[in-house]
Structures are given as C-alpha cells and as structure tokens.
C-alpha cells in the first residue's frame, strides 16, 4: 500500500519580542524574499487559538498536532514520543532557577542559567538515589534536560516551560496529578528536592562566582505512549526566536537568518509545484498557511494577497 504523500510542514516560533518593545508594537521587518514569495502562492487555512492560562504555547500545541500526537494541552506525552518510549511514563526534569519577589515567583530564562555539562551531571548524580525511592529512574541528555521514567509520572497535567516563563508562576501553572495521593507524593518529592539542592557544592560555587544557583526541577512533557508515534519527518521547525533577542537588530537578523535558511527548502518545493504549509506562531495564536491550488484560488489570492504584517498582528 503506498504511503500518503505529506507536505513539506514548517513551524516558525516567534513569541519573543525585542527587550523595551512596547506589546502591541512590533519592529518593522527586512525584505524577507523567500517568506514573500511564498505567501504570494498561499492562504490562510487553520487558525489555532490559545487561553492565556494554557499549559502549552500555540506553537507547542500546533507541533503537536502536526505530528499526530494525542492528549489535551498540558497532557501531551512529549518525553515518550520525543525518546520513542511506549508504555513506561516519562517526564522531562529541567533544572532551573526560580527568582522569587516580594510580590511573585518567576521562572529564569535558561540562557541566563547558562548550566554546564559538568554541573547537570553532578546535580543529576545527588538527585538521582531521592528520586529512585520514588520509583523514578533518571537519565542525563542535555544540561538543562533530563529523561525521568516511572509509574508516578503517568496521567500527569504539566506546563511547559516555555508558557512558564511568559508569566509569573501561578498553582495553576505547577503539577496536576490525576488523583489526591499521587499530588501528595509529587508535592513532597518536589519539597525534597529543593531541599537537597539547596545543599549542593555546585550551587555553592555558582553563588561564589555570582550566578544563578539552580533551586528546583520543572516537570513537563509527562505521560506515557501506549503505541509508538512515528516523528513525521515532514514536519520542520526553526525556534531560534524563542529566546529573546539582546536587541532589536538581533531580532530582524534572526529573521533574515530564517528567511534564507529555513524558507529556503519550503519554496523551493513549493516551486516545484508541491503543496507545503508553513505556520506562523505567536503568543497567542498559530496560523497555518497552505498553497493555494487552481487558476480561481490563485488568481483571487493575487487580487488579495498575504502580508505579513497583517498576520503577525494577529499572532
């Protein structure tokens, strides 16, 4: 049986704006050739929009669906699908740093965290036997990721920690158990662990060198897959502008940068006369862009076409 033919997908995140940019105001982009003349052959097709208090961003919950991933926002199992686990519940740990105010708790860009190989392995080591009392196992992969595996992980509701750092930190924003033992487990578990890093050389040495100790773990992406989900290799995604720009010229060079890197291959099928789709995703919203097919389609779409300063008003 042939396999179905599916179209070239990208997602851009775009949800960071410029420090001192004024909400609603948006910098002026550059001539971006490429996004231009893809939106001259295309239009508007969905329109994805996103709660404030949603636990995942819009473009966290259009990736979702582009990949066929199942479960609500908040309950989408990325750790398994991401690792290709099935059947064992799995989270992603995020050390991190939790600026507390006098009026509200934060989350820290982790940029600014900036934490070392070295130091994740040595906080994952200490963390490591607390969390195997828990039934939990964990796995180093990145600084700033670790793959956590065990039944208390399974039915949870978590935020990502890209909507966390959008606002301050709210009950709503933490951990959902399914059932009131298991939230009590969790509770302490998180108590415990901040506890122990409170303790931890390395945090000790960060503070002597005047940087940011790490004083809790985010859990998110938890749940388990009860059948694999391939990753479509047709979906793309480029998420440099996730992490706010230094500048406002930084910001327009990410976007040049996007243009000639990232578009690129999208035009260049879509100039071969295959569909592609390209979704634009912001704070609030994500739009999916289609190629528009047929003489009326096209002729109709010259009359009218894209801009895309009108749509990244809506994001």
């Known amino acids: 049986m042939p396999v179905p033919f599916e179209p070239l997908h990208l997602l851009i995140a775009d949800t960071a704006l410029p420090p001192g940019t004024p909400a609603p105001s948006l910098p002026e982009l550059p001539p971006l050739p490429k996004l231009q003349a ?26 979702a669906r582009a990949h066929g991933l199942p479960g609500a926002p908040g309950r989408v199992a990325w750790a398994a699908f991401e690792t290709g686990t099935v059947g064992t519940p799995c989270a ?3 050390p991190c740093h939790w600026q507390v105010g006098m009026d509200q708790v934060s989350l820290l860009e982790p940029s600014e965290l900036a934490l070392s190989e070295a130091e994740s392995r040595a906080l994952l080591a200490a963390l490591q036997p607390l969390l195997q009392d828990d039934g939990l196992t964990l796995r180093y992969l ?29 009950r709503e924003l933490l951990t959902v158990a399914p059932d ?28 002597a060198a005047r940087r940011y100790p790490v004083n809790a773990v985010w859990i998110e992406g938890a749940g388990a897959l009860d059948a694999p989900v391939p990753i479509r290799p047709n979906v793309r ?56 097919r047929g003489l009326l389609p096209g002729f109709m779409n010259k009359m009218h076409p894209l801009r895309l300063s009108h749509l990244r008003n809506q994001l």
């Open 38 to 63: 893809l939106l001259a052959r295309m239009r508007l097709q969905t329109t994805l929009e996103v709660d404030e208090d949603s636990p995942a961003t819009p473009f966290e919950q259009a990736l």
């Open 180 to 207: 009131p033992a298991q939230g009590a487990r969790l509770r302490r578990l998180q108590g415990e662990l901040e506890m122990l890093l409170y303790l931890q050389p390395v945090n000790d040495a960060r503070e």
């Open 237 to 292: 995604t480029d998420t440099r502008l996730q992490t706010p720009p230094a500048s406002t010229a930084d910001y327009l060079r990410a976007w040049q940068a996007i243009d000639a890197e990232a578009l690129a291959p999208l035009l260049a099928a879509q100039r071969t006369g295959a569909k592609v789709e390209l979704t634009l995703c912001g704070a609030r919203r994500a739009l999916t862009l289609t190629t528009v």
């Open 142 to 170: 990145a600084p700033d990721r670790w793959l956590a595996q065990g039944e208390l992980l399974r039915d949870l509701g978590t935020a990502s920690m890209a909507r966390a750092l959008q606002q301050p930190l709210t």
């Open 92 to 94: 992603w740990l995020r």
